[in-house]
Every structure is written in structure tokens, then in C-alpha cells.
């Protein structure tokens, strides 16, 4: 049974059109992550949410924002999505203990018309 | 210096034989060590945690150096299936984790 439901599997939206992508999960974890993976490369970590505490990585545009609403659920905005911003976006969760892996939603493929 | 590096491969390997992959971490902060497996436009997923004791799990057996700095991954006798991405991650002590570009394995019959 899928415990990381990301929805849609696939998003395609038109250049500057904003697109939301969802993840929830049943683990129960409190950190949940997103990434941004190309092709060829590795995961880019976005942002992450210590519970409540909402964590930017540095490098992350100001376009890309997220929520979360409660434990189960977290949200991936695009305000303004650009060429640039088509990839594979992936949601991860984790206990906070040291040395927990991370678990992967299926991903959600977006493309930019 | 990337925070995590890996060969890119691909490795080109027969059914039967034995690869290793390496990676190397530049922060020597670096707490806990994972190996994940992604194939073809799928998410990762853990293949198998690396302790500083090094562990095994059937084919799979993964090693820490922390005085060097790398980790590495062992497959003994490769199957088919085992073709995919081996992906190094690296975890600081605030779980922030690190993933290397992947090692690209191709096992052939």
C-alpha cells in the first residue's frame, strides 16, 4: 500500500500558469521534503517541514512555495512556472531520529507548454 | 567540491559478476549513510542504511570509511534486475540529506 500519495502522477501546465502538486502520507512522520530531480541528476532538495517549521533551502527560487496544512498533507505552489521548471517533483518523509531514511512518493512529472 | 560525489558510470556489467561503486562526502559532520536504488523515471527507494561496521543484506553488502570519507557498495552475483541508478545519500545532524547524481549499473544476460 502506497504510504507517500503524490497527485497527479503527470501535470502539465502552460508557461506562467500557476500549478499546485499535492503529497500526503500515512506514515505519520513529522519532517516531510521536497525535491526537484532532472535528468541525469540527483534529488535538489527544495524545502522541508520540521513539523510545523518550514525550512528554505537557500538556493530555491522565490517561485516555488509550499504548505502544509497538517501532518498528513504538504503542497508544492509554482507560481510562475517557467521552461526551466519542468522535472520530476518528489515528496519524501521521515521520523526526526538521526539516521532515519527518507520514503518517496511515485513523483510527480511536470511539464511546462 | 560537490557535498556528495559519485562515478556516473554507466557500469556495464554480465549477469554473474561482481561491481562496486564508491562515493565520496566532503563533510566530515556527516552523521548516518544510505544507499538508494531509482529506476527509469521512478522515485528512489532505500536499498539499504551503511553503519561504520559495515553490513550486508544477501548480495548487497555496503562499507564506511569515515577517515576517508566514501562508502561504497558491493553486488555479488548481478542480475538483471539489479539494473538501475545506486543513488549515495548522505545525512548531516539535522537530517538534511545529501544525494549524490547516482552510479548507472546496466546488467546484461
Known amino acids: 500500500d502506497a504510504m507517500v500519495i503524490q497527485n497527479p502522477r503527470y501535470q502539465v501546465t502552460q508557461f506562467g500558469k500557476p500549478v499546485t502538486l499535492s503529497c500526503s502520507q500515512t506514515?505519520?512522520?513529522?519532517?516531510m521534503y521536497w525535491y526537484q530531480q532532472k535528468s541525469s541528476q540527483a534529488p535538489k532538495l527544495l524545502f522541508h517541514?520540521?513539523?510545523?517549521?518550514?525550512?528554505n533551502e537557500a538556493d530555491t527560487p522565490d517561485n516555488f512555495q509550499s504548505r502544509r496544512p497538517n501532518t498528513s498533507f504538504c503542497f508544492l505552489d509554482i507560481r510562475s512556472p517557467g521552461l526551466g521548471d519542468a522535472a520530476m517533483y518528489l515528496c519524501?518523509?521521515?521520523?526526526?531520529?538521526?539516521?532515519?531514511?527518507?520514503?518517496f512518493g511515485d513523483g510527480t512529472r511536470l511539464s511546462i507548454l | 567540491r560537490k557535498e556528495v560525489e559519485q562515478d556516473p558510470g554507466p557500469f556495464n556489467v554480465p549477469e554473474g559478476a561482481t561491481v562496486a561503486f564508491n562515493c565520496t562526502y566532503s563533510?566530515?559532520?556527516?552523521?548516518?549513510f544510505f544507499w538508494y536504488r531509482q529506476d527509469c523515471r521512478k522515485e528512489p527507494k532505500l536499498l539499504m542504511s551503511?553503519?561504520?561496521s559495515g553490513n550486508e543484506d544477501g548480495r548487497f553488502t555496503a562499507q564506511l570509511n569515515r577517515a576517508s570519507q566514501y562508502i561504497s557498495l558491493l553486488i555479488r552475483d548481478s542480475k538483471l534486475s539489479d539494473s538501475a541508478t545506486y543513488l549515495c545519500?548522505?545525512?548531516?545532524?539535522?537530517?538534511?540529506?545529501?544525494f549524490g547524481a547516482g552510479t548507472r549499473l546496466t546488467v546484461k544476460p
Open positions: 519524501a518523509t521521515s521520523r526526526q531520529d538521526l539516521g532515519q531514511p527518507q520514503h
Open positions: 506514515l505519520n512522520h513529522n519532517v
Open positions: 517541514y520540521y513539523d510545523k517549521d518550514f525550512n
Open positions: 545519500v548522505v545525512t548531516l545532524n539535522n537530517n538534511d540529506m545529501r
Open positions: 563533510n566530515s559532520a556527516s552523521q548516518s
Open positions: 551503511v553503519y561504520s
